[in-house]
């Protein structure tokens, strides 16, 4: 182990007629350093930053004589301290509190010790976790069903059967990607009469014409309620307003990859005004019957 020099060798001030007062010389700053064979090479790189600004600071408070510290020394100071912030070492405001996770502050802590065993145990606690870090999907692998019975653009309802009775959070996946449809269609976004990109060839760039764009007939979504639900039934009554067919594909689409993998869909149908097992008079949340704002 090395040990720390007396200060006064390690400091030359010689003084120039002006009584001037030059920067102290630091000969081999590493031979006076503690070094202990555990230490990383990060550790030890703060350890000597760290010294080098005490001594600093300790020939500062030394300067009683009134003489100004050389522009050189400012500079060496600033650059020890550059370098302490370059390399992340910026002490107890940016540490970690792992207080909430004793085991993970356990394993961190003897990485240095024994790296293999860390590891280990780490892979040890993904295993354990593993089914709250990957989720596995919730869905039904049976495809979902589409069916239209009289659908009427204007004034129709749309049908959902789940297969079991939807969980809150599926509720609220169902109504978030309503909504994001119901205000897409009002925007206009699905309007068929307006593929320019998707309708050209795919081996030539692709270009857009703004005033063909802006002269197509407008397809508007026109009005959307709110989502019924009856146990694993459900409903909401749309007025799309035009025949467009797209704004239909859109919805399919996305239910039919919430189906897959969020909640299973049995069937979705366009059309009537009456479904199967579902109940007019029921409107009672106690029964199973809630209404949810689109």
Not at 40 to 53: D, G, I, V
Not at 57 to 64: P, S
Not at 70 to 82: I, L, N, Q, T
């Amino acid at each position: 182990m090395f040990m720390l020099q007396h200060s006064a060798s390690l400091f030359q001030l010689p003084r120039t007629s002006h009584s001037r007062v030059f920067s102290p010389q630091f000969s081999h700053c590493h031979s006076f350093l503690s070094f202990h064979p555990k230490q990383s090479s990060c550790m030890r790189t703060l350890t000597n930053c760290q010294r080098a600004k005490t001594l600093l600071n300790t020939f500062e408070e030394n300067n009683d004589d009134g003489d100004y510290i050389d522009v050189e020394m400012e500079e060496r100071k600033e650059e020890a301290e550059g370098f302490s912030r370059s390399r992340g070492f910026r002490g107890r405001e940016d540490e970690k509190n792992y207080d909430k996770d004793p085991e993970l502050a356990e394993i961190l802590g003897s990485c240095l010790d024994d790296p293999d065993k860390a590891q280990s145990r780490m892979e040890e606690r993904l295993r354990k976790k593993r089914n709250k870090i990957v989720h596995t999907k919730t869905g039904s692998a049976t495809p979902m069903n589409v069916k239209f019975n009289k659908f009427d653009f204007t004034n129709s309802y749309i049908w959902f059967e789940f297969y079991n009775a939807p969980l809150e959070k599926d509720i609220s996946l169902i109504c978030d990607t309503i909504r994001s449809w119901h205000i897409v269609g009002r925007l206009g976004g699905c309007n068929s009469l307006n593929m320019q990109l998707s309708q050209s060839p795919l081996d030539k760039r692709p270009s857009y014409d703004a005033v063909q764009g802006a002269n197509v007939n407008p397809t508007t979504f026109y009005n959307i309620g709110d989502l019924e639900i009856q146990d694993n039934l459900a409903r909401i009554w749309v007025d799309i307003g035009t025949s467009e067919h797209l704004l239909l594909d859109v919805l399919i689409n996305a239910l039919t990859q919430i189906s897959s993998d969020y909640v299973g869909i049995k069937q979705v149908v366009f059309g009537e005004s009456e479904f199967e097992s579902w109940r007019e008079n029921l409107t009672s949340e106690d029964a199973g019957y809630s209404v949810h704002k689109i």
